[in-house]
Structure formats: structure tokens, C-alpha cells
């Protein structure tokens, strides 16, 4: 079984302050990418990995880093944090670009910033 | 601008009968197409796909219906049962696109009523 994990499943932060979300996944997958789900808005991509050190922007990509560092792990960094970044945090993997192209998700992190 | 679209945010249907999810799409080149289940403090869970080249994919209770010339996809789920009370976002990828990236719709939250 596919296993994504996320360090927190909640996440109470201040502005101005830095945070980490930590994903970590144990089917070796090269893929990892990270969302934000917004209601109204699904789920829209911030980074992706594809190979370790190596990652992308996806959609949505200011405010926020990545890093890379070991392919299992795949980290979030909101640089300073401010209120708009209030959202779920959903980490995702998955082996390199094959059809039908299925993520594994991981539990999510609700972070608000106050 | 969002390339896949969900028009409906929200559908009740009572326990038995059939539950019906649309979506859309504007992107030509998409190849594949998912859809992904969601329960609420839960990571999105995978739950069915289809290939452009088909028009229809069948997996128990659920049915995918394309319909490339409409850039139209359906959701059937016969017979709804209440632990199908979720949120459910269709997804669709490109060929062109190696890496398998997802892009997403903002999800229509179903609930099974007795």
C-alpha cells in the first residue's frame, strides 16, 4: 500500500513567520507535488519534483519554496507566512508520467495563519 | 483560467438512486481523465480514470462517460449509498505533459440521503 505522510495534520502559525510541511512517501516514487485546496477552487498545484533537487512550479508558486534533498521527502517552505495562506495542504506522489498519471495524496495539513 | 470545470458545487441525491457528476473541460490535448474521491480530513483518494480513446469505463458501482467532441465527462454512481458523501474533483493530464501533472476541477460535494 502507498503511503504519503505529512508531518502535521494541523497547523497554527503568525504572520510573518516561516513555516515547514513535510511530506514523506515510501513507494519510491520520482513524482512529488504539493497543492493547496481552496472551496471554490479544487486543488491547485504550488511545486513539483520530478527527480531529487530538481523541482517546478506549478500554477500557484509565490510565496512558497521547495526542497528536495532525499527522494523519499519533499518539503513545503512558506518563506513568511501571511493570512492568504490560510488553506489544506495536500502532498502528492506518483511514478514518472505513465497513464493514467494517478497521485497518491497524503492526509493533508490545515494551516492557518493568523 | 481554469481548464477543468466542475459547474456544480454541490448535489443531494437519497440513498439508491443515481448519482450523476459533470465536468468539463477546455484543454484539447488532454489524454486521460480521473476522478477523485474525497472525505473530509482525508487526502483525495483515487477512484476511477479513462483513457480519450474510450468513451466509456465501468469499475462496480462506477461508470465514466467521455465525450471528447462535448469536452464533457460524467461521473454515474448506480446505486448511491451514504459513505459515497464525499467531495468528488475530476482531473485531467496531458500527453504532452511527461512529468503527470494533474490539473483539477474545484469539486462537487455529493450527499446520500436515506
Known amino acids: 500500500d502507498v503511503k504519503v505522510t505529512q508531518s502535521s495534520r494541523y497547523l497554527v502559525k503568525r504572520t510573518g513567520e516561516k513555516v515547514f510541511l513535510e511530506c514523506v512517501q515510501d513507494?519510491?516514487?520520482?513524482?512529488m507535488f504539493w497543492y493547496r485546496q481552496d472551496p471554490g477552487l479544487g486543488l491547485r498545484l504550488i511545486y513539483f519534483?520530478?527527480?531529487?533537487?530538481?523541482?517546478e512550479k506549478g500554477d500557484i508558486p509565490e510565496g512558497y519554496s521547495v526542497s528536495r534533498e532525499k527522494k523519499e521527502r519533499f518539503s513545503l517552505i512558506l518563506e513568511s507566512a501571511s493570512t492568504n495562506q490560510t488553506s489544506m495542504y495536500l502532498c502528492?506522489?506518483?511514478?514518472?508520467?505513465?497513464?493514467?498519471?494517478?497521485?497518491?495524496f497524503g492526509p493533508g495539513t490545515r494551516l492557518t495563519v493568523t | 483560467d481554469q481548464q477543468v470545470k466542475q459547474n456544480s458545487p454541490s448535489l443531494s441525491v437519497q440513498e439508491g438512486r443515481i448519482s450523476i457528476l459533470n465536468c468539463d473541460y477546455t484543454?484539447?490535448?488532454?489524454?486521460?481523465f480521473l476522478w477523485y474521491k474525497k472525505y473530509p480530513a482525508e487526502g483525495p483518494t483515487f477512484l476511477i480514470s479513462?483513457?480519450?480513446?474510450?468513451d466509456k469505463n465501468e469499475d462496480g458501482r462506477f461508470t465514466v462517460f467521455l465525450n471528447k467532441s462535448a469536452k464533457h465527462l460524467s461521473l454515474h454512481i448506480v446505486p448511491s449509498q451514504p459513505g459515497d458523501s464525499a467531495v468528488y474533483f475530476c482531473?485531467?493530464?496531458?500527453?504532452?505533459?511527461?512529468?503527470?501533472?494533474?490539473?483539477f476541477g474545484a469539486g462537487t460535494q455529493v450527499v446520500v440521503t436515506p
Open positions: 502528492a506522489s506518483s511514478p514518472p508520467g505513465t497513464p493514467p498519471y494517478e497521485q497518491y
Open positions: 513507494m519510491d516514487h520520482e513524482n
Open positions: 519534483s520530478y527527480d531529487v533537487k530538481m523541482k
Open positions: 484543454n484539447s490535448m488532454f489524454d486521460y
Open positions: 479513462i483513457s480519450s480513446i474510450k
Open positions: 482531473a485531467a493530464s496531458g500527453n504532452s505533459d511527461s512529468w503527470g501533472k494533474l490539473q
